[in-house]
């Protein structure tokens, strides 16, 4: 009886019956391709996980309009008085105090 076909089986047959420059090759390029597929497939993901969600929130690093950089500025929350910046105001200096002496 005949064994069942296995891609893992054929692959590595070719592999091994391949020169040495080959395999160098194979050996060199096929983790950079590997990892490659992978992000692609994960960012894929994550954007169908965002689009799921209906998030409003830009992806990190995405380029935003301006009617859209507004209403993101729109929708965020008003500092309150307790996390504003204490100290003078910008238009405010110090006065120097006047030296009298003649």
Do not use: C, N
């Amino acid at each position: 009886m005949d064994q069942p076909y296995s891609i893992v089986a054929d692959l590595l047959s070719k592999f091994q019956s391949a020169s040495e420059p080959i395999q160098a090759l194979w050996l060199l390029v096929m983790p950079p391709t590997l990892l490659g597929m992978t992000w692609l497939v994960m960012r894929g993901l994550r954007d169908i996980v965002l689009t799921l969600r209906h998030t409003e929130q830009p992806a990190p690093g995405a380029v935003m309009d301006a009617m859209t950089r507004e209403r993101h500025r729109a929708a965020l929350p008003a500092p309150s008085p307790l996390s504003l910046p204490r100290g003078p105001a910008p238009a405010q200096e110090r006065q120097e105090p006047a030296q009298g002496r003649a």
